[in-house]
């Protein structure tokens, strides 16, 4: 077998696999920038851009910590929202997820002090992970109907727990929304997402059923357990979302966490991980959620309304999308 | 003189790491109207990439093509197409939920549809004369998911026919034909090139190119070996060309051996799927070589895919190593012992863009991990073992499949079973689309498992395969089990064909 001149990075450690394989692509069409760089390029440009515009505003030590602050919420639900989209599926419940689960610990906490108020939170997470799950994996309704329609209960049910009213938090459970415990908890859900997508059977097992299902399943892949597990774990992210979220607002609101699926999903897009499956990396997905919450706070530094602010988040995701699909591998678009 | 149908120039096809087509500069293969011009090689040879560029699927990274006198650059296939040049290859291209008919003038729309709005009758009647290029009947109102694979293939060969191409690409169309197909296609082919048109043929059967083809263009490593007249050379040449040393005739086992034993490992009693197959009753040995043999749509397919527990079985008894086993999932088969190697390794066999490592480690993910926990260095140390030992031609265990050539692929499957010992080894075509040299390799390997106490399930339709190949031989038509035979009894393949038929 013939060697000609490789390109530089066709090998990369195991996360960035994809990102390698896109970086090929790239040296055969000439591009300049490996694609692989190109959300730390983008998050570069947005932190310069701010910087230039808004000044000393946005570049602040107490700016920084919120940053950070901001980046851990949007990350930590949109690690599951990761593997969700690994295995090329979509999960649109984490929204109403991060809310009902923050509304819980709420509402727990009150009567039977935080620590049982984190874990009810949490459960609720994981259970309502479970029915998505099951509704795609045994019930065969796609995901993106499954979790359509969990959005839509979750915001219900988050209404009606809070009894349409803001529940203020019991003391002590403020610890998971503030530093340290914020980035505690985010250092902790970063590197159990990590290891979990790199280093376990149940990452492989996500990574093959979004490189192909059929194939997955013909090798010994339990596809449906799999896709239980993988909507569990989103719903685990959420919970703990929920519950990072609450607390740093210091009362859970029936309407928190609107739109929020998106802003997650943006995440994991802005940070390069195709919506066509089989490939993704966590690491990608902190540097998506950086980028996300350092646009959303310098327009608000820029005194931009907030209803500009939509329009914008949403095209950055459909920008997003357009530059990290695979269209090689779905050929059709729908 | 006459200007060939076709001329290369210098082509070249550059990908990342490899060239798979490198012609010299001034190097030319021409092509002469009226031929059957074949292209051999083994996998990875550059036949494939080259008439991807003919049909326009990819540019070439430098050279030119003439079609005729004048310079053919298509930017892509349609381009080809309305410059007469058309291609049908091995993998399936229709759109599955049409039916024959709309398939077979899909794309013709404004031949049917005067004012923008389709004409039925119209439609119909040009289907139907698109149809007439085969010598077969089929349905055009019968959607072409429901057809066999056989049958799909020979729609798109109408298709490409009806459009009246000045040059047809077949390539390794005959790996998904039965030998009656073949048989078609070879009539097909011969009426079409005699109106002056051209035919360039890719087929791992060199039975075929001489029974077939006028030409014979050999490549190597994306070189051009050799052009010759199909009538002045032989198989043991050819062969030799195409390997670039004399190629022994170790296709196949060698005679006298065997391994079966009388212990009986896989007991299958009156075992039928729905409309696919009834009443199938057969027991493989262990270090049984069990051949099946029988049309495309014999049922053979699902057979073996009940056997694995991708499909469910609607009755009948099947005993593994004398435990009555019932699998309703894949992964229950793999645990309990049984291995399938699929007849179509890009659909079914392989994840195309994940690391050959990965794909090898696939199926034996609980072995390879503690608690959940994967060892990626053990996981590599296994990939480097089969790479190695089946001499899998990658850069690295990091080389994704999509990169590597028919042979390889295989391999690659193969391996992916051999990582942990299994007791019965379905193998659907485990040398479809594969080189002389691959096959060999694949056939002495198969026969080590054997030898290893194995049983295999070798479900083929290569009639030299299967009579080489196995201890015992079940053929299959519509469903049935038609004929027994051993190797002992030195099964000719008129015999075989006549269960079959």
Redesign the interface.
């Known amino acids: ?7 530089p990075a ?2 990369g450690p ?1 996360g960035f ?2 990102v ?2 896109r970086a ?1 692509e790239a ?2 069409s000439g591009r300049l920038i490996p694609p692989r760089l190109v959300p730390f390029l983008a998050l570069i440009i947005v932190s310069a851009f701010f910087w230039v515009t808004a000044g000393d505003r946005f570049m602040s030590i107490d700016n920084g910590s919120f940053l950070l602050q901001q980046s851990a919420i949007i990350a930590i639900p949109a690690f599951g929202v990761t593997m969700v989209i690994i295995s090329w599926s979509i999960d649109l419940s984490v929204g109403s997820l991060v809310a009902l689960t923050g509304m819980v610990a709420a509402v727990v906490s009150v009567d039977h002090g935080p620590v049982v108020g984190l874990l009810a939170g949490v459960a609720v997470g994981v259970a309502a992970g479970v029915l998505n799950g099951i509704g795609l994996a045994v019930l065969k309704v796609p995901s993106f109907m499954v979790t359509l329609g969990m959005l839509s209960v979750g915001r219900g049910l988050t209404i009606i727990v809070s009894q349409s009213q803001p529940v203020d938090v019991a003391r002590g459970f403020q610890a998971v929304g503030h530093p340290p415990g914020l980035f505690i908890l985010f250092a902790l859900c970063f590197a159990g997402a990590w ?1 979990l997508l ?8 996500a ?2 059923i979004g ?2 299902e ?9 596809v449906g357990r799999e896709k239980i597990l993988l909507f569990m774990f989103s719903g685990l992210m959420a919970g703990l979302g929920g519950i990072a979220l609450t607390a740093r607002t210091g009362a859970a609101t029936p309407t928190a966490a609107m739109g929020f699926e998106l802003t997650a999903i943006a995440a994991v897009v802005l940070g390069g991980t195709p919506l066509t499956g ?2 993704g990396s966590m690491l990608n997905t902190v540097i998506g959620a950086f980028i996300l919450s350092i646009l959303l706070n310098g327009m608000i530094i820029l005194g931009i309304p907030s209803e500009i602010q939509l329009v914008v988040q949403g095209l950055v995701l459909i920008g997003a999308v357009l530059l990290s699909l695979e269209r090689s ?1 779905i050929g059709i678009i729908k | 003189m006459r200007a060939p149908a076709l001329t290369l120039v210098g082509v070249t096809k550059q990908f990342p790491g490899t060239l798979a087509v490198n012609f010299d500069p001034q190097q030319s293969l021409e092509f002469e109207a009226g031929h059957i011009h074949a292209l051999v090689g083994e996998n990875g040879a550059g036949k494939s990439t080259l008439v991807s560029i003919i049909a326009g699927i990819q540019p070439p990274t430098s050279g030119e093509m003439r079609l005729g006198d004048d310079i053919y650059s298509p930017g892509d296939v349609l381009e080809a197409r309305r410059q007469g040049v058309d291609i049908v290859l091995q993998e399936p291209g229709l759109v599955d939920n049409m039916t024959v008919e709309e398939n077979l003038v899909l794309g013709r729309e404004r031949q049917f549809a005067p004012f923008g709005l389709f004409a039925p009758q119209m439609r119909r009647r040009l289907a139907a004369a698109a149809l007439e290029h085969l010598p077969r009947r089929l349905d055009l109102s019968q959607p072409t998911r429901s057809l066999t694979l056989e049958d799909q293939k020979l729609v798109e060969l109408a298709r490409a026919l009806s459009l009246d191409p000045k040059v047809l690409v077949i390539d390794e169309m005959s790996a998904c034909l039965s030998e009656r197909g073949v048989r078609e296609l070879f009539t097909v082919l011969q009426s079409f090139v005699s109106k002056g048109r051209l035919v360039v043929y890719i087929s791992h059967h060199l039975e075929e190119v001489f029974e077939l083809c006028d030409r014979v263009t050999v490549m190597k490593d994306g070189r051009l070996v050799n052009t010759l007249n199909a009538g002045d050379t032989n198989e043991d040449e050819l062969s030799s060309l195409m390997v670039g040393r004399a190629m022994k005739a170790t296709l196949y086992r060698p005679d006298e051996t065997t391994h079966a034993t009388a212990q009986p490992l896989l007991e299958v009693v009156g075992l039928s799927l729905a409309g696919r197959y009834r009443d199938v009753s057969f027991t493989l040995h262990r270090g049984e070589i069990l051949g099946i043999g029988g049309l495309v749509g014999c049922g053979s397919e699902q057979l073996a895919l009940c056997l694995f527990g991708a499909l469910r079985a609607s009755s009948g008894t099947v005993r593994l190593a004398g435990r009555l086993v019932s699998f309703h999932q894949p992964h229950a088969a793999i645990r309990g012992g049984i291995a399938y190697l699929p007849a179509d390794r890009d659909r079914d066999g392989l994840i195309l863009g994940l690391s050959v490592e990965k794909n090898v480690s696939l199926a034996s993910l609980p072995w390879l991990s503690r608690l959940g926990f994967m060892s990626n260095r053990r996981e590599e140390q296994v990939a480097r073992r089969f790479i190695e030992q089946l001499r899998i031609v990658v850069r690295s265990g990091k080389d994704i499949p999509l990169r590597l050539s028919g042979g390889n692929r295989q391999k690659v499957v193969l391996s992916k079973w051999l990582v942990r010992d299994k007791e019965v080894l379905i193998l659907h075509n485990p040398t479809r689309g594969v080189d002389v040299r691959g096959k060999a390799e694949i056939h002495a390997l198969i026969n080590e498992l054997a030898g290893r106490g194995m049983g295999i399930l070798l479900i083929t339709d290569e009639l030299p395969e299967l009579i080489g190949m196995s201890d015992t031989i079940m053929m299959m038509r519509r469903g049935r089990v038609s004929g027994h035979t051993s190797r002992k009894e030195r099964p000719t393949e008129e015999r075989l064909i006549s269960y079959m038929l």
């Not at chain 1, 077998?1 to 390109?7: A, I, N, S, V």
């Not at chain 1, 790199?198 to 097992?205: L, P, Q």
């Open positions: 077998m013939k060697t000609g001149e490789q390109p066709t090998i195991s696999g994809a390698a394989a090929r040296a055969r290891v790199n280093y376990t059977s149940f990452g492989r097992r990574v093959a490189g192909n059929r194939v997955a399943r013909l090798s010994g892949v339990p089989g490939v591998k």
